[in-house]
């Protein structure tokens, strides 16, 4: 009886005619295609700012589409261009955060009000794929952004990019190890770059650290142990890709930085002077890493200060 009433609703199922007078439509292109059409929804912020979000600048087979997001006037031209690069260890973070801004979009909005266009960028985290897959997220991200410059706004010869902790390191990577044979506006070079309490130098420390302290660096770089690491250390290094066309750079950190101490900056400073590239350092008295104080007054101004000590710079090498 219990096959019979299953069947039953089974046969009735099946025998109900197709809707008739409702043919498929469908587009059908020249080939293959993984574009994403469905459409980016703009939304708007004050001083006639648009943002775009999750722009997808890459694909690559066996990983997710890479994508970020951008901030411009609709209509603005030939603007030079701010590229943010997070932080995380390389493990966590997204385009839309940094450190304890309570509303960074709104923070990168502001920015492109003052004449920019602004984009943040999300690339490979390091437990999907190893060093220099990061650095190569951010090249094609560069690149793409040139090659969209039209549609954006973009003046591709006057690019700039900042970057906090791991981004800070992407940040400086960007400007030091790039591909100068072709033309810049084609190109991933920068012409300008901010990193925030950055690693420059995976060679060197403030005091005796144990070795557990350096397995996520290891991890990140695909090997065992430091004698397995020891041409990567140095690949990874930003300080020893520098060469007297490096383009200029100011290095933000804070005085108290336990996780990245402030010697990273000191000797990534003395090594782009020994090449007369042009270069500024800023130590923060008072706050950790992130500009993290106890003194909540004092994380908040660092906050301010340094974000304007950033634009203050872009001001300076990008709208002379």
Known sequence: M???LLCGALCALLSVPAQAGKP???EVGKGWSQDDKLPKQPVAFPGGVVAVPDLTYATIPGYRALKLDIYHKQGAKDRPLILYIHGGGWAVGNSRGLAAFADFPA???DLAARGYAVAAVNYRLKGEAIFPAQSQD???AIRWLRANAGTYGIDPKRIGVFGDSAGGHLTAMAAVDCDRSVAVEKGDCVQVAVPWYGIYD????DKPRPPE???PIHDFLGCKDAADCVEEIKAVGPINHVDAK???FLLLHGELDAAVPPIQAKVMLDKL???GAPARMVIYPGVNHGWMAQDVELMRSTHVRALQDTVDFFDEVLKP
Do not use: E, G, I, Y
Not at 202 to 205: A, E, K, R, W
């Open 107 to 109: 923070v990168l909005a």
């Open 202 to 205: 995976f060679t060197v420390t």
């Open 138 to 140: 951010v090249d094609a």
């Open 273 to 275: 002077k020994s090449v």
């Open 24 to 26: 498929v439509t469908a």
């Open 213 to 215: 302290d350096f397995k």
């Open 246 to 248: 490096t383009p200029p």
């Open 2 to 4: 219990r096959k019979l």
